[in-house]
């Protein structure tokens, strides 16, 4: 956000059109080994560090989204102002007996009116979870031995 407002106000200065693509938190394979905040986020609840989910609404989106996101602002050059990067907005709530937090509302549109397509958050989560496998921040699955007779 500071980077945002400092990036407009640096626009206006110089009498320049700003385009920003904003993401929410970004899920999905990672180029780097270690964890930045997002990866850490999910990987918390997956070995238990964080026991419960608090009673919160989540936006996410796939980081390749929002690279394609970058790509089809530039491209477009009659692209300004705000464009939400945001691929799908969940509730995750725990039984504390406390009324379900209020779900926001944001419009992806002008991201679609440029052609970007959203990945499902099934899929950005699943390959999520298999890079943090594969970068051994998470455990792989165990498979059993058959027995023998």
């Known amino acids: 956000m500071m980077a945002e407002i400092t990036a407009t106000e640096e626009a206006s200065k110089r009498g320049l059109e700003l385009a920003v693509v904003v993401p929410s938190m970004t899920m999905g394979p990672m180029l780097q080994q270690s964890l930045n905040f997002s990866s850490s986020h999910v990987a918390r ?85 298999t890079c943090l496998q594969k970068k051994g921040h998470l455990p792989l699955p165990v498979v059993p031995i058959a027995q023998k007779h």
């Open 45 to 129: 609840y997956l070995t238990g560090v964080k026991p419960t989910y608090p009673n919160a609404v989540a936006a996410y989106t796939d980081v390749r989204d929002v690279a394609r996101a970058h790509v089809l602002v530039y491209e477009h050059p009659d692209a300004r102002g705000r464009y939400l990067c945001i691929g799908a907005v969940l509730h995750r709530c725990e039984d504390d007996g406390k009324p379900m937090a209020k779900p926001y509302k944001f419009s992806n549109q002008r991201l679609r009116d440029l052609g970007l397509e959203f990945t499902p958050l099934k899929e950005s989560l699943y390959e999520t979870v």
